[in-house]
């Protein structure tokens, strides 16, 4: 659909006489699924093509051919798109999606004192504000799902900061978030984010949770009514799902109507759980005598429709026990899936207790990015060295199980077999990075390439069921400089309102100066 509601013929895959219309994507190098796996494949479902053809009929994908068989595809393709030197793959699954301006960008470089003075007061929490008006909410919504396609993510699960908002997404934030996901083109799993509490700082100092359970419930009706909305839109590209913010600011009984709800609905739950220890780990043993998983599995959530951000400190982790105690049997056995993000975890200075274990389980992992940019490759990269290291061991990079998270892992997540993969009767959901530019370098392995020198904003082409969503590395129809401006705009406005909820300012109040000082003082 055009943002008139108009279809484009050459979009959606419709040719003028209403037939299916067939475009050829012709790759030096193509990442197609292979069910039976390749002799000696490190991770059996995926291998490599060379000089190859992916032939798209609407959207889906009619055939994948490499020599004489990919040049049969092409000659009989309405139309052929030549992508040269470039590493054409599944399109990446993104399940944490990051459509938000300053997370990660403000609060990862403070000492543990500072960052509580970038939380809500005790006093804010009691009459929060939105800070921004509505249509800036929909630039900050319209920005961040651009950078996602920018990058080379066609499917998305969003999240954002509720930091900014008066307490939680709204529904019709959300709707115009699907509206422009639709209009944009990238297939997103869509949900208001609700909780019936907020972390604090207190006027001491001290830490704690600020409950509202009124709130909580609004913000929850919402998020039903929600799924209530999708299913009128009926739009292929955008699903309904739930998610629950950090599940130490959720009650039990949200939680266990969360449940009730997804059974109902067969909805799928994203929730943010097992990433913190005091904050999380300790506010739930102390508070409600259970851990993590103890919560989800006595509310009802502890299934094959959970999503879990970010899966890390389970009993595995040296901070937690250190030793398997059976957290990974009990995910796998649930049929849970989690999602791993890198990069965010070094940047928040923690991280998983090794990949490797979590996939010997049998324990589903997707990846997210939770952070600016939304770069899986970035990710990819991230989580590869830290293998290493944690192995000990060159060869236990992981490379080909951290890309088969980032596509695979994800559709087995979502529960979509149509997704995460180049194969006859997936949907056409497809990137092109590009190996061409000098600074690549030399290609051996374009996998390996890729991940050592670059990144996600090497994506250069995609396509979403079949349309073509970036091109030249541009969203067409997007005005790349005004949306840029724009987005500067919403950010300083939102780096402009930590000040007053700042708990521990002092006398007169504290600035933005003094809350974000610069690395090298300004002359």
Partial sequence: MTAGGAVDVAASGVGAGGAARSVALRASHVIAADPAGPTGAV??????????????????????GAGAAGAALAAAADEVIDLGESLLMPGLIDLEGLVDID?????SWWSPE?????????????????????????????????QLLLHGITTAMPIATEVHGAWAETHDDLLDTARTASELGIRVFLGPSYRSGVHVTR???THGIHWDEARGEAAFAGAARFLDTVAQLADPLVTGVLVPCRVETVSDELLRRTAELSAARNALVRVHATQGLDSEIGVLARERGTTPLGLLERTGLLNERLILAHGVYLDVHPDVHGEDRGDLATLAAAGAAIVHCPVTNARYAFWLERLSQYLDAGVTVALGTDSFPPDLIRAIDTGVQLAKAQHGDLGRGMLAEYVAAATLGGAAALRRTDLGRIEPGAQADV???SLADLRMG?????????????????????????????????LPGVDAAALRAAGQRVFEKLRAAYPERDALAP??????AELFPPVFPRG
């Fill in 103 to 107: 997370h990660l960008l403000l609060d």
């Fill in 203 to 205: 006027a001491d100092g």
């Fill in 43 to 64: 991770t059996p479902g995926l291998v490599e093509l060379r000089d190859a053809v992916v032939l798209v009929r609407g959207d889906r994908i009619a055939g994948v």
């Fill in 507 to 512: 006398a007169g109040g504290s600035t933005e």
């Fill in 442 to 474: 030399a290609i051996d392995d374009p996998i390996r390439t890729l991940t050592l020198a670059g990144t996600g904003r090497d994506a250069h082409f995609s396509m979403v069921a079949g349309r073509v969503v970036l091109r030249d590395g541009a």
């Fill in 114 to 146: 500072h960052e509580a003075r970038l939380e809500w007061s005790e006093a804010y929490a009691r009459d929060p504000r939105e800070v921004l008006t509505p249509d800036e909410r929909a630039t900050l919504r319209r920005y961040g799902l651009a």
């Fill in 431 to 433: 990137v092109a990075f």
